[in-house]
């Protein structure tokens, strides 16, 4: 999944990964003017409060899941670009950890794979028959 979604597709993804995880990649090079909002949903566990055509409430998604984003930008530039500071808030919710000075690009053990493309193929390869919930259903 990625990043390059409206606010709307976001709270989809996110109540579609309920009580899992969600990676989302590549910040989009334009986010759309919503993106800081889009931090604290993520974070918040829950979508906008909406109305039917007809006025009458309708059910508000929510959702637990943990989300790990990537790009090579920081969150707090995405947002200056934008116009927009990052605010204390989002800072807490979406946390920037530089990846930098590894041996081998994000790795710095290849586990006796000759390359770190080698050793993340492995890795994508016994991924799904290795994985579960990140934690208990309730």
Avoid at 59 to 88: F, I, Y
Wanted: glycine share 12%; net charge neutral; charged share 20%.
């Amino acid at each position: 999944m990625t990043w390059r979604t409206t606010s709307a597709g976001l709270e989809g993804q996110l109540a579609q990964a309920n009580d899992t995880f969600l990676g989302l990649d590549e910040l989009p090079g334009e986010p759309h003017p919503g993106f800081g909002d889009d931090i604290y949903a993520a974070a918040n566990g829950a979508g906008k409060n909406r109305a039917t055509v007809t006025g009458r409430s309708q059910v508000r998604q929510q959702w637990r899941a943990s989300v790990l984003s990537t790009d090579e930008a920081p969150v707090r530039q995405v947002l200056q670009d934008l116009g927009l500071p990052l605010r204390g808030g989002q800072a807490v919710r979406m946390i920037d950890i530089p990846v930098m000075g590894m041996a081998h690009g994000a790795f710095n053990d290849l586990h006796g794979h000759a390359t770190s493309k080698d050793f993340s193929r492995k890795i994508e390869s016994i991924a799904p028959r290795d994985c579960g919930h990140a934690g208990a259903k309730s």
